[in-house]
């Protein structure tokens, strides 16, 4: 079945880089972008970029531009983000999602959520 | 960048019909396709509705979308609440740049 499944929690302490990976399964990894989606503790959705995985071309939002690279390696169907410069307000449970085979637009299949808890 | 404005809470009875308004701060509703998810506590989003009134199939036609260019707002509409439509809602849209923006979020208690 087609799924994304990510890496494990996360604890980093202020300053630190953490990078969380998305494979993929079920699917062809080059047809479908990869997004990817950050939730605070008790907060909104917060969308932090993606990437066309067919051509590595990717959109950052503002909020984190210089601070977060996508990447994506097709040999491995893997997808990644690393978010560098960590500050306690990083604290989030972050999801990589898949557009879905009928729009580009809306998202269908997300990973199970990685706990990235930033820490001294 | 441009912002979605969405209420902070909404409550209904079940069986009856309730609305989620979503405002988009700068640039036309109607120019680019809004979505609407569906969050239950601890649990990854789902789609309920995408470009703008498109119903994901196994999703209820209970749940239908809406713009209003005049406000220039989107809606989301759930008619025959049931309690097990108690989640967080987040409508989604993006700009010109492929830049992606999700609302604040509703939360809906059908009480």
């Known amino acids: 079945q087609v799924q994304l499944v990510q890496s494990g929690a996360e604890v980093k302490k202020p300053g630190a880089s953490v990078k969380v990976s998305c494979k993929a399964s079920?699917?062809?990894?080059?047809?479908?972008?990869i997004h990817w989606v950050r939730q605070a503790p008790g907060q909104r959705l917060e969308w932090m970029g993606w990437?066309?995985?067919?051509?590595?071309?990717?959109k950052y939002s503002q909020k984190f531009q210089g601070r977060v690279t996508i990447t994506r390696d097709t040999s491995a169907s893997t997808a990644s983000m690393e978010l560098g410069s960590l500050r306690s307000e990083d604290t989030a449970v972050y999801y990589c999602?898949?557009?879905?085979?009928?729009?580009?637009?809306?998202?269908?299949?997300w990973g199970q959520g990685t706990t990235v808890t930033v820490s001294s | 960048n441009f912002m979605l404005t969405q209420p902070h809470s909404v409550s209904e009875s079940p069986g009856k019909t309730v609305t989620i308004s979503c405002t988009r701060s700068?640039?036309?509703?109607?120019?680019?396709?809004v979505q609407w998810y569906q969050q239950r506590p601890g649990s990854a989003p789902t789609t309920v509705i995408y470009?703008?009134?498109?119903?994901p199939s196994g999703v209820p036609d209970r749940f239908s979308g809406s713009i209003d260019s005049s406000s220039n707002s989107a809606s989301l509409t759930i008619s025959g609440l049931k309690t097990e439509d108690e989640a967080d809602y987040y409508c989604?849209?993006?700009?010109?740049?492929?830049?992606?923006?999700f609302g604040g979020g509703t939360t809906l208690t059908v009480l």
């Open positions: 999602a898949r557009v879905t085979e009928i729009s580009d637009y809306a998202l269908d299949v």
């Open positions: 079920g699917y062809t990894f080059p047809n479908y972008a």
């Open positions: 990437i066309n995985v067919g051509n590595g071309r990717t």
């Open positions: 700068s640039g036309i509703i109607g120019l680019d396709y």
């Open positions: 470009e703008f009134n498109q119903r």
């Open positions: 989604q849209s993006y700009d010109s740049s492929d830049l992606w923006v």
